[in-house]
C-alpha cells in the first residue's frame, strides 16, 4: 500500500507526526508532499528533523499569497504529484488551506481522501478554516474524528456512519511523543530569550494572533487592559510580527511593552513553545491547537474567542471562554491563581480527545479497509433506488446494527430525550428517537 500526506503548517506537521511514525511502523510506502506556503525549504527541512520526522519527498513551495493563489498554486503541485506517484490514499489534517487544495485534487483524480480530525464545526462561515474544513470533508471518503460531537455533525450532514471512525486526536499523541523530543534537548537547544523565563513562577503562556482580535483595536485595548491588572502573573507572550504591528498601528506596542508583568519575546520553536506550556499555570490563547495541547497537558485554558470548533474542551472543563472582555479575563485568571479547588478542577478535566493511540487507530482502519477492497473508487453498477429518510420511536430492545440489518436501514443520528448520540454498533434504541433512511 502507498499512503500520501499533504503537509501545509507546522501544526499540520505536530499533529501528522504520530501518523507517520505508524506508517513507518508497518512499513507501508509513504508520499510525503509539503507545499511550502509558510518556510523555504531550508526552515522545512529543519522542523521535520527536530521532531524526528523523515523530510518531504516533494515540496511545492507555494509561498505567501492570498487564499485563491495559494490554493490554485497548491492544487496545480499536488495534482502533478499525485498523477506521478498514483497513492492508495491520500491523507489531509485539519483545515487549512493545503487541506482545501489536496482533498480537491485527490477527489478529483478518484483517489480516496482520509480526513484526520474531520467534523469540526464553528458554525461561523467568516472564517476561512470553516470553509477549508466543510469542503474537505464533502471531498472524504475516510472521516477520522477526535470526538462523539465531531462524529454528531457529520452524521448531521449526512456522512454515513460507516465512513467515520471516533479516533481521538492525534494531538495527544504529538504532545506526549514531541514533549519528550523537547525535554530532552532542554539545556542545549532552547533559546536564550525562553531559557531564562522557564523557572519563573505563576507563568501565563499568552498567543494572541486571529485576525478578530488583533485586527479590532478596541479588542485588543480590553485585553492589554486585563493584561495591565494580572500584576501576580509572569505573562510571556511570544508575539508574532503580524501581531506586533497591529499592536504598533494601534498605537499601543509601547503600552503592552512596559507592562512589568509582561514579557515580549520572539516566537520560538514548536519545542519550546511546548516546554512554556507545561511549566504555565494558565494559556491565555485565541488559538484552536492551543486549546487541545492545553486540555492535554492538564494546563487550564482561558480562550479570547466567543466561540470555539473545540467545545468539548469547554464542556468538559478545561477551557473557559472569555472573549476579550476585560473583567472576564481578569477574573478567570485570578480565580485560577488564587483557587486550588477551581484551578485543580480545571487540571483535572477528562480529556475529550482520547489517550494518546490515535495514530495506531487510523492506519489500522485504513489497512483494513485497503485489504477489504472498500477504498475503491467506482463507478455505480446498481440502478439507483429512491430512498427516503424517515424519523421512527424504537419501542422493542434493538441494536443499531439488528436495526440496520433487519430494515436495510442506516441510521443517522439518535434522539435521546435532550441529547442526540451518534449510532454506534451496540446502541440499545428502546424508547429512541431515530433519523433514518431506507
Excluded: W
Excluded at 40 to 62: A, C, K, R, W, Y
Excluded at 197 to 214: F, G, K, S, W
Excluded at 271 to 293: H, P, R, V, Y
Excluded at 307 to 314: A, F, H
Aim: negative net charge; charged residues 25%; glycine residues 6%.
Amino acid at each position: 500500500m502507498k499512503i500520501a500526506i499533504v503537509l501545509g503548517t507546522r501544526p499540520e506537521i505536530i499533529k501528522m507526526s504520530p501518523v507517520i511514525d505508524e506508517i513507518e511502523s508497518q512499513n507501508i510506502e509513504l508520499v510525503l508532499i509539503h507545499t511550502g506556503q509558510h518556510y523555504d525549504s531550508e526552515m522545512s527541512d529543519q522542523f521535520f528533523l527536530e521532531l524526528e520526522l523523515p523530510t518531504p519527498n516533494f515540496n511545492i513551495g507555494v509561498g505567501s499569497g492570498s487564499h485563491g493563489q495559494q490554493t490554485g498554486k497548491m492544487m496545480e503541485g499536488i495534482e502533478e504529484v499525485l498523477v506521478e506517484e498514483k497513492p492508495d490514499m491520500l491523507l489531509v489534517q485539519g483545515d487549512t488551506n493545503a487541506v482545501l487544495a489536496g482533498a480537491l485534487v485527490a477527489s478529483k483524480l478518484h483517489i480516496p481522501v482520509g480526513h484526520v480530525e474531520a467534523g469540526l464545526r464553528s458554525f461561523d462561515d467568516t472564517m476561512p478554516e470553516e470553509i477549508n474544513r466543510k469542503t474537505a470533508d464533502i471531498c472524504s471518503n475516510l472521516y477520522f474524528v477526535p470526538t462523539t460531537q465531531s462524529a454528531i455533525n457529520l452524521a448531521i450532514e449526512g456522512i454515513s456512519r460507516y465512513k467515520i471512525a471516533i479516533t481521538g486526536n492525534t494531538v495527544v499523541d504529538a504532545c506526549f511523543r514531541n514533549l519528550k523530543i523537547a525535554e530532552k534537548r532542554l539545556k542545549s537547544a532552547v533559546s536564550s530569550d525562553l531559557q531564562n523565563l522557564l523557572d519563573l513562577d505563576n507563568i501565563l503562556t499568552l498567543t494572541m494572533h486571529r485576525a478578530e482580535n488583533v485586527d479590532n483595536k478596541e479588542r485588543v485595548i480590553n485585553i492589554i487592559n486585563a493584561l495591565e491588572q494580572l500584576k501576580d502573573l509572569n505573562i510571556i507572550f511570544p508575539i508574532h510580527p503580524r501581531t506586533a504591528n497591529r499592536l504598533k498601528e494601534f498605537n499601543l506596542f509601547d503600552k503592552l511593552k512596559n507592562l512589568e508583568n509582561v514579557h515580549l519575546i520572539k516566537p520560538v520553536g514548536y519545542l519550546d513553545f511546548l516546554l512554556l506550556q507545561s511549566k504555565s499555570l494558565l494559556i491565555l490563547t485565541d488559538s484552536g491547537g492551543l486549546q487541545e495541547e492545553a486540555i492535554t497537558l492538564n494546563i487550564p485554558a482561558l480562550t479570547l474567542r466567543y466561540n470555539t470548533e473545540r467545545p468539548e474542551t469547554v464542556s468538559e472543563g478545561g477551557n473557559i471562554l472569555v472573549g476579550s472582555n476585560t473583567e472576564n479575563i481578569v477574573k478567570m485568571a485570578n480565580k485560577i491563581l488564587n483557587n486550588k479547588d477551581f484551578s485543580d478542577k480545571m487540571k483535572s478535566a477528562k480529556n475529550p480527545y482520547g489517550d494518546g493511540d490515535s495514530g495506531k487507530q487510523i492506519i489500522d482502519i485504513i489497512l483494513n479497509s485497503y485489504n477489504n477492497g472498500k477504498l475503491k473508487i467506482d463507478s455505480p453498477s446498481d440502478i439507483m433506488i429512491n430512498s427516503s429518510s424517515k424519523i421512527a420511536v424504537i419501542n422493542e430492545d434493538t441494536t443499531v446494527s439488528d436495526f440496520e440489518k433487519e430494515n436495510n436501514a442506516l441510521i443517522q443520528i439518535i434522539y435521546n430525550k435532550n441529547d442526540i448520540e451518534f449510532p454506534e454498533d451496540n446502541i440499545n434504541l428502546k424508547d429512541k428517537f431515530i433519523l433514518y433512511s431506507s
